[in-house]
């Protein structure tokens, strides 16, 4: 018998969902010391750690995961994410704010409530050109949602090359800066969805805000960290950039005193853009361990040296 312990906020639904999935040799405990796999958020995982010493896989409920990859921290346990249920999700929050700003959704309701009969002409985003910085199984997915509006589809990687989808793919040149400058020429969109690493911090710089043409707008569902803010609130005030979408940022909660409150043309979400649903979760902690027990490799594994 496997023992597992879920450590979640909503752990009584993630408990109900399993046991209703009448897995083979499966035991729901809430001792730290027998639980062998472990469920939930990685913060709360990570304070658990030095109890959870008969861990040995360990189901993260978010896809980042950055609490447990402090190298201070053990590492011997198989980490896994929830790297594939995010998509739609995204899919929807990304692509409703594309709309919303080609549609000019928001000088339709201004000059409603200003009984104005405004005939601006929206745009469209047939023919635009997005830039996925990051083609992980988000950006494959986002990339999916562009052609079906007609879209051309840039995406910047590592090294992948796995979504169809994507018309031309970019990578980092032997300095790290080339292919990035290529990959952000004329692009009418950039969408971040890259993970928290050190190769990510701060990407999205004053030179990459440069380069893009003044209409162009950025939306950052990945990782804070990858936008340098000051260089953004700039390029906005300055009107270098049409607009910024933001659901994530370096420090958060934002604190009340950051200049992106006030900086024209940015539109902030408070890390929304995909909550982690406990029936989605359930479904990858499900497959995962079927594979688990016939001792199969598992999906979605987090390799502790690259973060993700």
């Not at 189901?59 to 998509?87: K, M």
């Not at 009418?188 to 030179?207: F, S, W």
Request: one cysteine or more; hydrophobic letters at 40%; glycine letters at 6%.
């Amino acid at each position: 018998m496997l023992n597992l312990i879920i450590l979640s906020r909503d752990a009584d639904e993630y408990r109900a969902l399993i046991e209703k999935a009448h897995l083979p040799d499966l035991n729901i405990t809430t001792d730290y010391t027998q639980a062998e796999i472990v469920v939930g958020e990685p913060k709360v995982i990570q304070e658990a750690l030095p109890r959870l010493s008969q861990a040995k896989w360990v189901q993260s409920i978010y896809a980042g995961v950055e609490p447990l990859l402090d190298p201070a921290q053990r590492r011997d346990y198989l980490l896994t994410n929830a790297r594939s249920v995010f998509g739609e999700l995204m899919s929807e929050y990304v692509f409703g704010y594309l709309l919303f700003l080609e549609k000019k959704m928001l000088d339709r309701m201004e000059a409603q409530e200003l009984r104005e009969w405004r005939r601006t002409e929206p745009g469209t985003l047939r023919g635009k050109t997005i830039g996925l910085l990051g083609v992980g199984s988000i950006g494959a997915h986002l990339a999916g949602t562009a052609k079906h509006f007609g879209m051309k589809v840039r995406g910047f990687t590592r090294e992948s090359e796995t979504s169809t989808d994507v018309d031309k793919y970019f990578h980092p040149s032997i300095n790290g800066q080339n292919g990035l400058m290529e990959f952000t020429q004329a692009l009418d969109y950039l969408v971040c969805v890259l993970p928290r690493t050190e190769n990510t911090n701060k990407i999205v710089d004053a030179q990459l805000l440069n380069a893009l043409p003044h209409h162009a707008v950025i939306v950052n569902v990945g990782r804070g960290n990858a936008v340098d803010e000051l260089a953004l609130e700039k390029a906005l005030k300055e009107g270098r950039l049409s607009a910024a979408v933001l659901d994530v940022f370096e420090k958060e909660p934002v604190p009340a005193e950051h200049p992106f409150w006030s900086t024209p043309n940015l539109y902030m979400t408070y890390h929304t853009s995909a909550i982690s649903y406990p029936e989605d979760i359930t479904r990858v902690f499900i497959e995962n361990y079927l594979l688990y027990i016939e001792g199969k490799p598992l999906k979605y594994v987090v390799d502790f040296e690259r973060g993700y």
